[in-house]
C-alpha cells in the first residue's frame, strides 16, 4: 500500500510552510495536476507526489522560473522529476519554514505599501488640482474687483460731469425761465403805470370842475 502524507508532513519535509504549500498547490490544480483528497476534502500525498513538489520547487529556486511557469513544466506528461533532482535537493530544515512565512508577508506588505503610494499618489494630485483651482479663483474674484471699481469709477465720473445733451436742455429751460422773467417785469410796469393812471383821472376831472365853476 503506498504510503499516505498530510499536508503539515509534507510541508515539513519540503521545508515551507502549511500556507505555502496550499497556495502551490492551487497553483499547479489549476494547470491541472490532481492529488488525492479524503471525504473531508483534504489532500493527501504520496511518494509521487512529493517527487513532483521537491521538482517544482526546484524549478522555482534553482532555476529561476516563475510559479505559473514551474506549474506548467510538471504538469507536462513528458515531464520527468529525477532530471531535476540529480544535483538539487530542498533541504528539510524546520526553520525554512520561518523564512517562508516571512517571505510572503514581505510580498504582501510590499504590495499594500505600493497600493498606499498610488493612493497617496492620486491624493497628492486631487490636492495639487484643487490649489490649481483655488489659484484660479483667487485672480478672477481679483479681476472682478478690478472690473468693478473701474464701473464705479465711471458711474462717480458722469454723475460729476454733466452730459452735453442735458447741460443744452438746461440752457434751454435757463434761458426760457429769462424770456418769461422779462415779459412778467414788463407787464409789471405796465400795471403800475395803469394804476397811476387811474389814480390820477378823479383828481384831474375835479380840478377841472373847479375851473369851469370859477369861470
Known sequence: ???????????EQLGISKASLQHYMTILEENGY?????????????DEDFVMLRAFLTLNKEHGYKLKEAAQIVTEPSFKPDEHLQHTIVPSVPHVSQFEDLSNSMQLLATHVHGIEQQNMQLLTLIKEQRTQNELLIDQNHTLKQQLGAMMQHILEQANEP?????RQLDRVEQQNSAIMNVL???NVAQNQITASVEQQPEKQSKGLFR???K
Open 212 to 214: 369851469n365853476l370859477l
Open 1 to 11: 500500500m503506498p504510503a499516505i502524507y498530510a499536508t503539515g508532513a509534507i510541508a
Open 185 to 187: 417785469n414788463k407787464l
Open 34 to 46: 490532481e492529488v488525492r483528497r479524503n471525504s473531508r476534502m483534504h489532500r493527501q500525498f504520496s
Open 163 to 167: 452730459n452735453p445733451a442735458q447741460q
